[in-house]
Nanobody, 123 residues
Framework: QVQLVESGGALVQPGGSLRLICAPSGPTFTGYAMAWFRQAPGKEREFVAAITWAGYRTDSADSVKARFTISRADTGNTVYLQMNNLKPEDTAVYYC????????????????WGQGTQVTVGS
């Protein structure tokens, strides 16, 4: 059974940093693009960042472009989201997702989803 397991969420002060990890289990995600989305309380889920299977191309939302970096391990499966200079508006549940082929910003395009990890930015 394919699963995406996120970890790394925590309570952090404004200006702090966190690194989220998405570790797939089950069959390899060879050829799959991976992405991070987030959902704040009372808001719709939104795109954060995405990366191709090979890791050569990435995309990120304007709101996080200068602060968040998506990357993936050399083996291709584990994906990271390095978040720096965190702001209260970054508070949300962060979800990892996977889709075959090239990445997308569209939620329905993603075939597999994790359960999410909570990130809370506050004092």
């Amino acid at each position: 059974q394919v699963q995406l397991v996120e970890s790394g969420g925590a309570l952090v002060q404004p200006g702090g940093s966190l690194r989220l990890i998405c570790a797939p289990s089950g069959p390899t995600f060879t050829g799959y693009a991976m992405a991070w989305f987030r959902q704040a309380p009372g808001k719709e889920r939104e795109f954060v960042a995405a990366i191709t299977w090979a890791g050569y191309r990435t995309d990120s939302a304007d709101s996080v472009k200068a602060r968040f970096t998506i990357s993936r391990a050399d083996t291709g499966n584990t994906v990271y989201l390095q978040m720096n200079n965190l702001k209260p508006e970054d508070t949300a549940v962060y979800y990892c997702a996977a889709k075959s082929g090239y990445f997308s910003r569209s939620i329905p395009d993603y075939e597999y989803w994790g359960q999410g990890t909570q990130v809370t930015v506050g004092s």
